[in-house]
Nanobody, 126 residues
Framework: EVQLVESGGGSVQAGGSLRLSCAASGFTFDEYAVGWFRQAPGKEREWISYINNGDSSIYYTESVKGRFTISADNAKNSVYLQKNGLEPEETGRYYC???????????????????WGRGTQVTVSS
């Protein structure tokens, strides 16, 4: 059974940094693609970033380019999202999700993913 557990959230001041982790079990990164999403209060789930080592694909939503970095560890059991220069608008619960195959153009669609973690809360104060 695939399990995803997010961690690394917390409260930071605007301009601060956080490193989110997504730890996987029953999961082989070589066979899965991983995306990060944010659910802000009162808003729909929004795609943030995507990584698939199989085809060397890394994508970011335009608003975070140059500030966020997605990566995978050597054991291929965790995916990270380094977030710098955080803005209050980026407050929300961050989720990682896994898909059993490359998603191509579907990487920004939440319904295309097969597994989800329960999320980790990030609060950015001004």
């Amino acid at each position: 059974e695939v399990q995803l557990v997010e961690s690394g959230g917390g409260s930071v001041q605007a301009g601060g940094s956080l490193r989110l982790s997504c730890a996987a079990s029953g999961f082989t990164f070589d066979e899965y693609a991983v995306g990060w999403f944010r659910q802000a209060p009162g808003k729909e789930r929004e795609w943030i970033s995507y990584i698939n080592n199989g085809d060397s694909s890394i994508y970011y939503t335009e608003s975070v380019k140059g500030r966020f970095t997605i990566s995978a560890d050597n054991a291929k059991n965790s995916v990270y999202l380094q977030k710098n220069g955080l803005e209050p608008e980026e407050t929300g619960r961050y989720y990682c999700a896994a898909a059993g195959k490359p998603l191509k153009a579907l990487y920004l669609v939440w319904g295309a993913y097969d597994y989800w973690g329960r999320g980790t809360q990030v609060t950015v104060s001004s």
